[in-house]
T-cell receptor
Framework: GAVVSQHPSWVICKSGTSVKIECRSL??????MFWYRQFPKQSLMLMAT?????????EQGVEKDKFLINHASLTLSTLTVTSAHPEDSSFYIC??????????????FGQGTRLTVV | LAKTTQPISMDSYEGQEVNITCSHN???????ITWYQQFPSQGPRFIIQ???TKVTNEVASLFIPADRKSSTLSLPRVSLSDTAVYYC????????????FGQGTELSVKP
């Protein structure tokens, strides 16, 4: 199956700093990418949807100025957590799909990034 | 948005067939039904996807009745390694295939 790679797999940062997470589709063109956040023992929560070359669409309650998303190419999307605080500590997961295939094209997920803010 | 409802947890034993049923009463005409598996601290892994009737692949089968308001994931002869959370999702066709996760079903396979 298609491969989506996230980097880094885990990161520890100091409160107030910014952290960038990369999501790459390795063997297909990802016209649409999704970013999720997952807290322990909870389900995935969709944060935003990004289309290549367009501004991301954020879900209600997600601060767009805090979680900066860039989808500049068909194989790369980045999520930057700005001015991170301990409550931003979570498991961040990206998903990518080639929307040109229509509704039947499955989405593939990265392995996730564990962010710990100290 | 098409909301999904599935059992929070299920228990099974090795070698048994496991069927997890999900309801999605508000599914739209062009939406697909898709199932994912997730292990702790990993991203979800695609299992199977379908639109109607029955779909089968090397790991599972998906049964979808004519009204498409529910679906059943069937895992044949589960093993201990199938212990995971299973998510039933509706891929929203009009929103680029967006996937909204419900609470999932935590499957525990015992020896």
């Amino acid at each position: 199956g298609a491969v989506v790679s996230q980097h880094p797999s885990w990161v520890i940062c100091k409160s107030g700093t910014s952290v960038k997470i990369e999501c790459r589709s390795l063997d297909f063109q990802a016209t649409t990418m999704f970013w999720y956040r997952q807290f322990p023992k909870q389900s995935l929560m969709l944060m935003a949807t990004s289309n290549e070359g367009s501004k991301a669409t954020y879900e209600q309650g997600v601060e767009k100025d805090k979680f900066l998303i860039n989808h500049a190419s068909l194989t790369l999307s980045t999520l930057t957590v700005t001015s991170a605080h301990p409550e931003d500590s979570s498991f961040y997961i990206c998903s990518a799909r080639d929307a040109r295939g229509g509704g039947g094209t499955e989405a593939f997920f990265g392995q996730g990034t564990r962010l710990t803010v100290v | 948005l098409a909301k999904t409802t599935q059992p929070i947890s299920m228990d099974s034993y090795e070698g048994q067939e496991v069927n997890i049923t999900c309801s999605h009463n508000n599914i739209a005409t062009n939406d697909y039904i898709t199932w994912y598996q997730q292990f702790p601290s990993q991203g979800p892994r695609f299992i199977i996807q379908g639109y109607k009737t029955k779909v089968t692949n090397e790991v599972a089968s998906l049964f979808i009745p004519a009204d498409r308001k529910s679906s059943t994931l069937s895992l044949p002869r589960v093993s201990l390694s199938d212990t995971a959370v299973y998510y039933c999702l509706v891929a929203l066709y009009n929103q680029g295939g967006k996937l909204i996760f419900g609470q999932g079903t935590e499957l525990s396979v015992k020896p």
